[in-house]
């Protein structure tokens, strides 16, 4: 169910090593795609810090993002956490997972007028 201000959104951003870059991307967007297949409406999608892509740094900072129009809700939750339980140890950096939604007129305050 959508929150007042609007639908649910997830971030998870993570550090993935140089070595396992094609082996990340490859299991990584697999989960997405299964995802995506069994919850209908669900859009993932996998980004990479801007200023990090055209580097050969030893890291790089991904993200992925998960929007629904009705919000993402505890069954995606758990779909997406058991899809990547399987990936291999090592492969990825700690994932951490932000959850936003969006600001709307009603749910930013209005300034106060000062005479």
Known sequence: MPSPAGPRALFIYYRVPQAHRADAFE???????????????????????????????????WMEVYEHPEGVGALCEQVLQALLQALPAGLIGSRHTEAFVPLGAATVPSPTSEA
Do not use: F, H, K, N
């Open 27 to 61: 299991a990584i967007t697999a989960a997405q795609q299964t995802l995506m297949r069994r919850l209908p409406g669900v859009q993932a999608r996998l980004w990479c810090r801007s200023d990090e892509q055209a580097t050969d740094a030893l890291e790089q900072t």
